[in-house]
């Protein structure tokens, strides 16, 4: 038995990396593979959440219940996040977004020219999109992640405040990418507290039952 503690919320998720198209067939992207944000989707939809999980490239099946809109760029998860978020109660950002894409991108594939010759990548920086959704007038509940690779404690403590979110989740094992497993500290206002080690299955659901009780709490639902 499961209570819906999340019963007619809506709650949208970012998963996955972003890929950032160099030229028609090559791009940047990085090593995300979407496992925790997909076990997050299916653990609120479970809760009873209608959930949409904007996703950028990864191998995962959507999750049974779950409405996934599939994106490559930073600037299009952005958009497709900012289309919808004003119908959403809670906004969970896990994706690991590129922070540049590549400014001078050829419509063209960049041929190989000379053995000398070697193309000159310009970055812009992307939109942060867990900042834009966080800076709306009438802002869901926010859930930011953090992959620090040192002083977790100290930088997730900050990165909540400077992001002006009520809770961010940081990742202690910095090569979570990818894995089945993962090790998660939560800070809020209150201060932090640790998820231990487990399957990223387990830890969702821990966290959406976290999410679920501060809601509660805070906005007497
Ligand atoms: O500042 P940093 O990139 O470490 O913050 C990570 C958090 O911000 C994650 O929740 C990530 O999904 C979100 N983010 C975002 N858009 C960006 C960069 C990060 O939503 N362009």
């Given at each position: 038995?499961?209570?819906?503690?999340?019963?007619?919320?809506?709650?949208?998720?970012?998963?996955?990396?972003?890929?950032?198209?160099?030229?028609?067939?090559?791009?940047?992207?990085?090593?995300?593979?979407?496992?925790?944000?997909?076990?997050?989707?299916?653990?609120?939809?479970?809760?009873?959440?209608?959930?949409?999980?904007?996703?950028?490239?990864?191998?995962?099946?959507?999750?049974?219940?779950?409405?996934?809109?599939?994106?490559?760029?930073?600037?299009?998860?952005?958009?497709?996040?900012?289309?919808?978020?004003?119908?959403?109660?809670?906004?969970?950002?896990?994706?690991?977004?590129?922070?540049?894409?590549?400014?001078?991108?050829?419509?063209?594939?960049?041929?190989?020219?000379?053995?000398?010759?070697?193309?000159?990548?310009?970055?812009?920086?992307?939109?942060?999109?867990?900042?834009?959704?966080?800076?709306?007038?009438?802002?869901?509940?926010?859930v930011g992640?953090?992959?620090?690779?040192?002083?977790?404690?100290?930088?997730?403590?900050?990165?909540r405040?400077?992001?002006?979110i009520p809770l961010l989740v940081?990742?202690?094992?910095?090569?979570?990418?990818?894995?089945?497993?993962?090790?998660?500290?939560l800070f809020d206002?209150?201060?932090?507290?640790?998820?231990?080690?487990?399957?990223?299955?387990?830890?969702?659901?821990?966290?959406?039952?976290?999410i679920?009780?501060e809601?509660?709490?805070?906005?007497?639902?």
């Amino acid at each position: 038995f499961q209570s819906k503690t999340l019963a007619g919320k809506r709650v949208l998720i970012t998963a996955g990396p972003t890929f950032e198209p160099i030229d028609p067939v090559r791009g940047i992207t990085n090593l995300s593979s979407g496992k925790m944000g997909y076990a997050i989707a299916q653990a609120a939809w479970e809760a009873g959440a209608h959930v949409t999980l904007v996703s950028g490239p990864t191998a995962l099946d959507a999750p049974y219940g779950v409405q996934r809109q599939q994106v490559q760029t930073a600037q299009q998860m952005h958009d497709a996040v900012m289309a919808q978020v004003n119908t959403q109660d809670i906004f969970i950002a896990v994706a690991a977004v590129a922070d540049w894409r590549v400014a001078n991108a050829s419509d063209q594939k960049i041929k190989k020219t000379s053995d000398s010759d070697t193309p000159q990548l310009q970055f812009a920086q992307n939109p942060d999109i867990l900042a834009s959704v966080a800076a709306l007038p009438k802002a869901p509940y926010c859930v930011g992640f953090a992959a620090e690779s040192e002083n977790l404690l100290e930088y997730g403590a900050a990165k909540r405040i400077k992001k002006n979110i009520p809770l961010l989740v940081g990742n202690i094992g910095h090569h979570t990418f990818g894995k089945d497993e993962n090790e998660l500290v939560l800070f809020d206002a209150k201060g932090h507290q640790a998820l231990a080690k487990a399957d990223k299955q387990s830890l969702a659901k821990q966290l959406i039952d976290h999410i679920s009780g501060e809601l509660r709490g805070a906005h007497g639902i």
